[in-house]
Nanobody
């Protein structure tokens, strides 16, 4: 079973960069698609960014040009670099993994981390 643990959340002022990390317990056929999602109170979980096994990244329109998804050199860590965050980016951020490389920002991922809270103040 793939285990994912997010870290790096916290409180940040608008415009100040923040980097989230996701530790991945194993890389296998079960992790051909990796992604970041977020959920704020009263709203459904939404896809933020994804990375498939070919290295193709997909971004939600709301974060395009500001956030960057990447992997560590050993591919055991997934990152989300949040540049110029805004108060509306405040949410619990989740790391997700699945064997289906075509999922992109679909919420149908099988494996999820517990999440890390990000609060952006104005």
């Amino acid at each position: 079973e793939v285990e994912l643990v997010e870290s790096g959340g916290g409180k940040v002022q608008a415009g100040r960069s923040l980097r989230l990390s996701c530790a991945i317990s194993e890389r296998s056929s079960s992790t051909q698609s990796m992604a970041w999602f977020r959920q704020s109170p009263g709203k459904p979980r939404e896809g933020v960014a994804s990375l498939d096994n070919s290295g193709t990244a997909t971004y939600a329109d709301a974060v395009k040009g500001r956030f960057t998804i990447s992997e560590g050199n050993d591919k055991m860590t997934l990152y989300l670099e949040m540049n110029d965050p805004k108060p509306e980016d405040s949410a619990v951020y989740y790391c997700a993994a699945d064997r289906r490389p075509w999922l992109r920002l679909s919420p149908a991922y099988k494996h999820w981390g517990p999440g890390t809270q990000v609060t952006v103040s104005s």
